[in-house]
């Protein structure tokens, strides 16, 4: 890139240049073989999260379509990270943001948000506890949100169902996945809350090539992709997991389900950060943990490379007292 001048130079624009076009590290100190771990590093977004991406998409597109008006009002319902990403748009773009979450998220996550303009409502544990949110708890959130853009006529983003979610990863982050690898990935592997991240991801790559094998993460307890009835529903993976199919899940991009024990996503959430010098959430330990153990499994080639997401930077969470984890 160069200024008018012809003087190169390599200034962004704004924060929504920040988003996306994040690195592929190999964790090869962590996991030294059978095969290769590569992690998209997510955390490096402006937000904080991979969240970043389809909240830039989703405002996008309303706009385009005219549904969000220049100087128009923003509601949505979060576990934070997608609240996080829609503050960093909104504040670029000129819009104000109202998110709804439970008190069971991190409180990190509304020191964030606010600390970029946006207003955060949170709402009372219904099944939960702090760090350990259930769908009935999100679901007060959400049926304030609603409310709300009933009320105010704000745009409401509908992450769970909103099409434009799962597109983000099918245009953005699965071609660059492809292009990193040089056309070279023999699995994905991520956890799945609205299901945006997997679908998009995964129908990309299969439509590249469809030998691509593409795997869920679930916690131990909480695996209903996989057809399992709910024994745990309180885990650690904020904003993935809640038990329930989302609308945006596709079954048949989906291999199998490797599950994850809170132990093994604070033991690698741990080893990412002494093995690789990277500070990073506990789904992201999940889907390094399910990553391991999808390699060590012998159903993959011994030479194969197993792709999956650093979904979030470490600073979003309270750390969790060791009594606490099952």
């Known amino acids: 890139m160069s200024d008018s001048n012809g003087i190169p130079n390599e200034i962004k624009a704004s924060a929504l240049d ?180 997997f679908s998009g991801v995964s129908t990309f790559l299969k439509e590249q090539n469809p030998d691509v094998k593409c795997f869920v993460v679930e916690p131990e307890g909480s695996q209903p992709l996989k057809g399992c009835p709910i024994t745990k529903p309180l885990h650690l993976l904020q904003g993935a997991s809640y038990g329930i199919i989302p609308d945006l899940f596709k079954p048949d991009l989906m291999e199998d389900s490797i599950s994850v024990t809170d132990k093994e996503a604070v033991h690698y959430k741990d080893l990412i950060g002494t093995k690789e010098g990277l500070f990073v959430g506990y789904t992201s330990g999940a889907n390094v943990a399910a990553a391991v153990k999808l390699l060590n499994s012998g159903k993959l080639p011994k030479d194969a490379w197993v792709v999956t997401t650093l979904c979030d930077t470490g600073l979003k969470y309270t750390p969790v007292p060791e009594s606490l984890i099952e």
Not at 18 to 33: F, K, S
Not at 110 to 125: Q, T
């Open 18 to 197: 920040l988003i996306g076009n994040t690195p592929l590290v190999a964790l090869d100190r962590l996991h030294p073989g059978p095969g290769r771990i590569l992690a998209k590093c997510e955390f490096m977004n402006p937000g904080g999260s991979i969240k970043c991406r389809s909240s830039l998409h989703m405002i996008q597109k309303a706009r385009e379509r005219g549904e969000l008006k220049p100087g128009g009002s923003v509601v949505e319902v979060t576990s934070g990270n997608q609240g996080c990403g829609l503050a960093v748009v909104c504040a670029v773009l000129g819009h104000d943001l109202t998110v709804t979450m439970s008190k069971g998220n991190s409180i990190q996550r509304v020191i964030h948000m606010e600390a970029l303009g946006a207003k955060c409502i949170r709402y009372p544990l219904v099944q939960g506890t702090y760090g350990n949110v259930t769908f009935a708890d999100v679901e007060e959130a959400l049926e304030a949100a609603t409310n709300m853009s009933e009320e105010s006529g704000a745009f409401f983003v509908k992450q769970f169902c909103n099409l434009e979610n799962e597109e983000a990863h099918y245009v953005t982050t699965g071609p660059e996945i492809w292009r990193q690898t040089g056309h070279r990935v023999d699995a994905f592997v991520t956890a799945v809350g609205t299901s945006g991240t």
